[in-house]
């Protein structure tokens, strides 16, 4: 059964920084693509960040340069390096590898 789990999130400041963190088990974790999504209140769910199996990355244009995605192969892990936070930037994020989604982690940007 393929599972992830996220964990990171939290609350701070505008102009801060937060490592989100997701633990992937039950697939070939090195062939997969992986994502984050976000989903702020009220909102539809939004692509955030994409790395291939090979190490490239695609990002939203809201948050180019300032985030970055980043995979740990041997360790299935995959991470979401968020700086320079903005209010803009609250929501819940996603770990995710299709068809599979994780339990989400609250990110909440203080302005």
């Known amino acids: 059964q393929v599972q992830l789990v996220e964990s990171g999130g939290g609350l701070v400041q505008a102009g801060g920084s937060l490592r989100l963190s997701c633990a992937a088990s039950?697939?070939?974790?090195?062939?997969?693509?992986m994502r984050w999504y976000r989903q702020a209140p009220g909102k539809q769910r939004e692509l955030v960040a994409t790395i291939t199996s090979g190490g490239i990355t695609i990002y939203a244009d809201s948050v180019k340069g300032r985030f970055t995605i980043s995979r740990d192969n041997a360790k299935a892990m995959v991470y979401l390096q968020m700086n320079s936070l903005k209010p803009e930037d609250t929501a819940v994020y996603y770990c995710?590898?299709?068809?599979?989604w994780g339990q989400g982690t609250q990110v909440t940007v203080s302005s």
């Open positions: 039950g697939i070939a974790f090195s062939i997969n693509i």
């Open positions: 995710n590898t299709h068809p599979t």
